[in-house]
């Protein structure tokens, strides 16, 4: 199967495939945070694009995780850091979701076909659930405002060579090259080279940048969330 | 000044800066192209979109270099190859050009100000223009059909290490970091490192694959084309 990165939303019209899953990748702090709601026994997840949808279903009953710019809007229940969910009480639950990001990444990657949600806390499981799907796998990093992220495109690197490993998929493009050979250099001392990262800075001055080191630890959890229909899932307990 | 990176025109109008400069670096094969035309004394190069723009101005007495998919047109004087240009009788000719990617980035660079054409080939004459002038820098890469192109990064990425090391620039830009980066492996042995790129391979099955060695070797020329008001001229001769 083939395999191809796509560094920025901005320009993922350019790798429509109907034969393909797409992975969204969003380390700081979006996909790590799903993954992490999964692992402690969260239901389902709605995406949502704006804040206002987020309100209509707070209005609803629903539980809201919400960002916008690093900072958490007043009204809703949770950020968008991955230890907010580490808490009791969150089994069954259904929680909407909008940031900055990550959630418009998975919304885009949703109306192609087969979405998966990717992070380091989950990259073993998601790439032997990739393995088994016959099917060619587009990495979408989130990126910030459409730009270019180092922590989505390294933690691309890391998913496209276990995927390269495995032996199933194959790849001749220039973003699965550079993003393999960005993370060759960051894992020869990822909590130094995380320094580098624009969004490191961005989380110190806004005092969140508690969350980089468990963002960047690898398998974490086996959860392998899924989004279909609007609803995001884990894998597990379908 | 502030040092930007853009890999691909798809997101440009991301990067809007008034007070920027903006270098279009594309490798393989027309900004290598354009520098070399000036280096065999061409006067200015016209670039245009469409291949009908082209055959328009064909029809007033232009000579014409063009590119499709890396193929030259039948109708065209010269492709786009650089060594196309080096030949004897183009002093003082104005050359009508358009490519796949190349001439579009710089069209659209152009829109915003001030555009500079960048190459391996002209890029220490490129950085100490670029430290003379008081600007914000962004480098562009055409990339290859609005995607991220591995060559075009990493000329970025030597063009950004010697901007930085002038002590003129500073960055905060992912993208300078990823592909300075890239750049740092990819500099270890350049001679190797090009037969990972996507376009290496295009360009070996179109048997265009001659002018590689060529587009990666610095500083064959002191030439600083610039773009100014729909025609590109050399620096050197205004």
Redesign the interface.
């Known amino acids: 199967m083939n395999l191809e990165v796509c560094?920025?939303p901005?320009?993922y019209n350019?790798y429509q495939n109907p034969n393909a899953a797409t992975v969204v990748v969003d380390v700081f702090r979006a996909t790590t945070a799903i993954c992490t709601a999964f692992d402690y026994g969260v239901k389902s997840i709605i995406p949502v694009t704006t804040l206002e949808e987020a309100q209509f279903y707070q209005d609803q009953g629903y539980l809201i995780a919400a960002e916008r710019n690093g900072i958490k809007p007043d009204f809703a229940d949770f950020g968008n850091s991955p230890f907010n969910f580490m808490q009791e009480g969150l089994e069954g639950k259904t929680i909407v979701y909008s940031t900055t990001n990550g959630t418009q990444a998975i919304q885009m990657a949703g109306a192609s076909g087969h979405t998966v949600i990717g992070a380091f806390i989950n990259i073993s499981a998601v790439a032997e659930y990739l393995t088994t799907l016959n099917k060619d796998v587009i990495i979408l990093c989130a990126g910030?405002?459409?730009?270019?992220?180092?922590e989505d495109?390294i933690c691309s690197g890391a998913l496209a060579t276990k995927l390269l490993e495995s032996g199933a998929f194959t790849s001749?493009?220039?973003?699965v090259?550079?993003s393999i050979?960005?993370w060759?250099?960051a894992s020869m001392n990822l909590m130094e080279y995380h320094r580098?990262?624009?969004?490191t800075?961005r989380l110190k001055n806004l005092m969140l940048d508690d969350v980089i080191e468990f963002c960047l630890s690898p398998d974490q959890t086996r959860t392998v969330p899924l989004y279909r229909n609007g609803v995001i899932t884990d894998y597990r307990n379908l």
Chains 1, 2 share one sequence.
């Open positions: 560094f920025s901005a320009f350019l910030w405002k459409d730009r270019f992220s180092l495109a001749t493009c220039d973003s090259t550079a050979d960005l060759r250099i580098k990262f624009a969004h800075h």
